[in-house]
């Protein structure tokens, strides 16, 4: 993407839109590539190349609202888009609450600080695929399983966000991801698990080996899976699947799920949800972070904050809109949040197995048994059986229940085991006692 000259552009489209007639109006355009590679077998199953590129155009004629987008970035293009954006927002129903930022929330570009999320790698296509033959080849050392597949992805993106409010700001970013998925078999029963990494660079990914090593070791560990007799009992979820449990709580606390009155935490800003010692911090400014970002997408100031302070919440997610449904201020979340994390303990994993004792020890999710409203919990589960602190066995077909406002209230401790591979950060998580149905 020439800068520049995308600049001007958006810039001369909000000039023609105002002229036909807008009160207001919004442009975003983005660009967009990746290569990805996928191997099973030794041979080359998948090979993709994506390039898009997309100018979405918003007006406002007073409260109506009208969108219209376009692929293509030629000037026959841009006033076709133009003039059905127009169009539409004459046809729309006019909402109250419609409408861009104020120009006092708008993020300031002078101010905006280096988030480091920008690294290209130059790799060939040729040299995704031996990095994916080298993960694939090195889950193969371990007998008694096959590799489903092995994946590498490299991509980048660009996007430029105006307003007639004055705002232009310019971000990009790029992404790599690993993958491997195995599957092992014993007397008739098969297990499937995997490993993978990602970062905005490239070069800070997992070794390939390595990282086909543990997605073997995790697969062979589930060999001989049982059930439980249904019973209730501590559970602690594996940090990567406790970032689930932030996740319900991101979604009870955005916008959308609050003035739709379909939050189970609609009600507790400023109340205590959590235990006294936990905190989640939201710091959209950390160099190379997964949801790093100086202005969201309606063109607010981003803020560090703290979304939970001594088990309080203090804050809800927030876009324009949404804010302006609950007579509140907007936060900087249109989009959602950004870099979350969790305040962890002293404990590692190991520790925090010798406190729950014995309990369930969930390494893995499935399902949609969420309740926004209600915040009842419901989802099949498989991981470990531990006993005395120590793992017994592997074990699958579960189904773990709970209500997440308990959950919260009655998390335990949060261990130091932090996984780093997505927007919130945080260690496992051992929740007091849930109902685990089993046989």
Same mark, same amino acid.
């Given at each position: 993407?020439?800068?520049?000259?995308?600049?001007?552009?958006?810039?001369?489209?909000?000039?023609?839109? &105002?002229?036909?007639?807008?009160?207001?109006?919004?442009?975003?355009?983005?660009?967009?590539?990746?290569? !990805?590679?996928?191997?099973?077998?030794?041979?080359?199953?998948?090979?993709?190349?994506?390039?898009?590129?997309?100018?979405?155009?918003?007006?406002?004629?007073?409260?109506?609202?009208?969108?219209?987008?376009?692929?293509?970035?030629?000037?026959?293009?841009?006033?076709?888009?133009?003039?059905?954006?127009?169009?539409?927002?004459?046809?729309?129903?006019?909402?109250?609450?419609?409408?861009?930022?104020?120009?006092?929330?708008?993020?300031?570009?002078?101010?905006?600080?280096?988030?480091?999320?920008?690294?290209?790698?130059?790799?060939?296509?040729?040299?995704?695929?031996?990095?994916?033959?080298?993960?694939?080849?090195? !889950?193969?050392?371990?007998?008694?399983?096959?590799?489903?597949?092995?994946?590498?992805?490299?991509? *980048?993106?660009?996007? /430029?966000?105006?307003?007639?409010?004055?705002?232009?700001?310019?971000?990009?970013?790029?992404?790599?991801?690993?993958?491997?998925?195995?599957?092992?078999?014993?007397?008739?029963? %098969?297990?499937?698990?995997?490993?993978?990494?990602?970062?905005?660079?490239?070069?800070?990914?997992?070794?390939?080996?390595?990282?086909?090593?543990?997605?073997?070791?995790?697969?062979?560990?589930?060999?001989?899976?049982?059930?439980?007799?249904?019973?209730?009992?501590?559970?602690?979820? *594996?940090?990567?699947?406790?970032?689930?449990?932030?996740?319900? %709580?991101?979604?009870?606390?955005?916008?959308?799920?609050?003035?739709?009155?379909?939050?189970?935490?609609?009600?507790?800003?400023?109340?205590?949800?959590?235990?006294?010692?936990?905190? /989640?911090?939201?710091?959209?400014?950390?160099?190379?972070?997964?949801?790093?970002?100086?202005?969201?997408?309606?063109?607010? !100031?981003?803020?560090?904050?703290?979304? /939970?302070?001594?088990?309080?919440?203090?804050?809800?997610?927030?876009?324009?809109?949404?804010?302006?449904?609950?007579?509140?201020?907007?936060?900087?979340?249109?989009?959602? !949040?950004?870099?979350?994390?969790? &305040?962890?303990?002293?404990?590692?994993?190991?520790?925090?197995?010798?406190?729950?004792?014995?309990?369930?020890?969930?390494?893995?999710?499935?399902?949609?048994?969420?309740?926004?409203?209600?915040?009842?919990?419901?989802?099949?589960?498989?991981?470990?059986?531990?006993?005395?602190?120590?793992?017994?066995?592997?074990?699958?077909?579960?189904?773990?229940?709970?209500?997440? &406002?308990?959950?919260?209230?009655?998390?335990?401790?949060?261990?130091?085991?932090?996984?780093?591979?997505? &927007?919130?950060?945080?260690?496992?998580?051992?929740?007091?006692?849930?109902?685990?149905?089993?046989?």
């Amino acid at each position: 993407m020439n800068i520049d000259k995308t600049k001007q552009i958006v810039t001369d489209i909000l000039q023609t839109v &105002k002229k036909n007639g807008a009160t207001q109006a919004e442009v975003v355009y983005s660009q967009g590539s990746g290569l !990805a590679v996928s191997v099973r077998n030794h041979d080359v199953d998948t090979i993709e190349n994506s390039n898009d590129s997309s100018l979405v155009i918003t007006v406002y004629s007073g409260k109506a609202k009208g969108s219209a987008s376009t692929a293509v970035l030629d000037k026959e293009s841009i006033e076709l888009t133009i003039k059905k954006a127009i169009e539409i927002s004459k046809l729309t129903e006019e909402d109250e609450y419609a409408g861009l930022a104020e120009p006092e929330l708008l993020a300031n570009p002078d101010n905006f600080k280096e988030l480091d999320t920008y690294h290209p790698a130059d790799v060939t296509a040729d040299e995704l695929i031996e990095m994916a033959k080298q993960a694939e080849s090195a !889950a193969l050392e371990s007998k008694g399983l096959v590799v489903d597949e092995s994946n590498v992805s490299i991509g *980048e993106g660009s996007s /430029i966000y105006a307003n007639s409010n004055g705002f232009i700001g310019h971000k990009q970013g790029t992404n790599s991801s690993i993958s491997v998925v195995a599957i092992a078999e014993k007397d008739g029963n %098969m297990e499937r698990d995997y490993w993978w990494d990602a970062s905005c660079n490239f070069y800070q990914m997992m070794n390939a080996e390595e990282l086909g090593r543990k997605a073997a070791e995790r697969t062979l560990s589930r060999i001989g899976a049982q059930k439980v007799k249904s019973t209730k009992a501590p559970v602690l979820f *594996e940090a990567p699947v406790a970032q689930g449990l932030v996740g319900h %709580m991101l979604s009870a606390i955005s916008g959308s799920s609050l003035y739709q009155e379909a939050s189970f935490l609609k009600d507790d800003l400023e109340n205590q949800i959590f235990p006294e010692w936990f905190e /989640i911090n939201e710091d959209p400014f950390v160099k190379q972070g997964m949801a790093s970002r100086n202005f969201d997408s309606n063109g607010v !100031a981003t803020k560090q904050r703290q979304l /939970i302070d001594k088990g309080v919440l203090k804050g809800f997610l927030l876009s324009v809109y949404s804010a302006r449904r609950l007579k509140m201020q907007a936060t900087g979340n249109a989009g959602g !949040a950004h870099n979350l994390f969790v &305040k962890t303990g002293k404990d590692d994993l190991q520790a925090a197995l010798k406190t729950m004792g014995t309990g369930l020890f969930v390494t893995s999710v499935m399902g949609q048994g969420i309740n926004t409203v209600t915040g009842d919990y419901s989802r099949g589960a498989s991981g470990f059986w531990v006993e005395n602190g120590e793992i017994q066995f592997p074990v699958s077909e579960l189904t773990i229940a709970g209500n997440l &406002k308990d959950m919260y209230k009655n998390l335990v401790l949060v261990a130091n085991d932090v996984d780093k591979r997505s &927007k919130t950060q945080t260690g496992s998580w051992l929740i007091e006692e849930m109902t685990i149905a089993g046989d």
